[in-house]
């Protein structure tokens, strides 16, 4: 059975920092790509920061590029999201996501709301 449980989400004030975590079980986490997606009411998911595992390569949205840090670490099953200089247009339900080929899985979300 493939799980992705985030968690880190929380209340933070701008310019504040938060990391989220993912841990996948389930499936060869070295064999895929592991990403990180947010969604508020009405906006369709948008693709925040990705890694692949066997180059390490990261790619970034324009909106968070500078301030987002993606990372995984094979050994625990885990990606994180370092999220620093966070503004109130970052607040969002944040969703991991792990793909390999046609198979992707979704974890449950956690929200992150960046107000003051």
């Known amino acids: 059975q493939v799980q992705l449980v985030e968690s880190g989400g929380g209340l933070v004030q701008p310019g504040g920092s938060l990391r989220l975590s993912c841990v996948v079980s389930?499936?060869?986490?070295?064999?895929?790509?592991t990403m990180w997606y947010r969604q508020t009411p009405g906006k369709e998911r948008e693709m925040v920061a990705s890694?692949?595992?066997?180059?390490?390569?990261?790619n970034y949205a324009d909106s968070v590029k500078g301030r987002f840090t993606i990372s995984r670490d094979n050994a625990k099953n885990t990606v994180y999201l370092q999220m620093n200089s966070l503004k109130s247009e970052d607040t969002a339900m944040y969703y991991c996501?792990?793909?390999?080929?046609?198979?992707?899985?979704w974890g449950q979300g956690t929200q992150v709301t960046v107000s003051s």
């Open positions: 389930g499936v060869t986490f070295r064999a895929y790509v």
């Open positions: 996501n792990a793909k390999y080929g046609v198979q992707t899985y």
């Open positions: 890694i692949i595992s066997r180059s390490g390569a990261t």
